[in-house]
């Protein structure tokens, strides 16, 4: 599937080419990730419950080994080439609340493989957050890719997003969507090896 100026609703296992429609292929790529701040109702009126979404890019080689890891505790891969935009506890604010931007030409060869995945640190599930959505957009042109639909889709606090893999001289994004539980990337690696 070439990616053309409409979003693709991502659904599990869809692989996408990341050759733009013009031709050429992406050279730049951003993981945004959203959600709103739920109010709580109590005795004394309402308050926004404090929900903390975190999203991680994991990067590994051929062999399946663990190079290197974005996170909000690491905000920029070793070389430099991934970096997240920082932490954001809240949700609140518009449009993207952290985001992941990843410079696909200058990965090192040994990168094969980076692999998005999404945390709640808070240990919400995805039933009780409102308004997740997590989204691939090409940096250059902040053209949206794809988008995955995290709320309601179910009593799990993790999700295994996205697999965007080194295709000859290209990139291709596989979705996976696959369900999982853990506060941070740390927990997901054992889950993670099975996509790889």
């Not at 697999?163 to 941070?184: E, F, L, P, Y």
Request: charged fraction near 20%; include cysteine.
């Amino acid at each position: 599937m070439e990616i053309s100026t409409m979003s693709v609703n991502l659904s599990k296992g869809q692989r996408i080419s990341m050759v733009k429609a013009g031709g050429g292929t992406l050279t730049r790529v951003r993981m945004g990730l959203g959600w709103d701040a739920v109010k709580k109702r109590g005795f004394f009126g309402s308050k926004e419950q404090e929900i903390d979404l975190d999203a991680s890019c994991m990067i590994y080689n051929r062999a399946g080994q663990l190079l290197d890891a974005v996170w909000w505790k690491q905000l920029q891969s070793r070389d430099g080439n991934v970096v997240h935009t920082g932490d954001n506890r809240t949700g609140v604010g518009e449009g993207d609340d952290e985001s992941i931007l990843v410079d696909l030409t200058a990965l090192h060869p040994d990168v094969t493989s980076l692999v998005f995945v999404v945390n709640s640190f808070t240990g919400q599930n995805f039933s009780q957050i409102e308004n997740a959505t997590c989204r691939l957009v090409d940096s250059t042109t902040e053209t949206e890719i794809a988008r995955y639909v995290l709320t309601g889709s179910g009593a799990h606090n993790s999700q295994i997003m996205a697999k965007v893999t080194r295709d000859g001289n290209g990139w291709s994004m596989m979705a996976i969507g696959a369900t999982a539980n853990g506060r941070t990337f740390h927990d997901l690696e054992p889950a993670v090896r099975q996509y790889l």
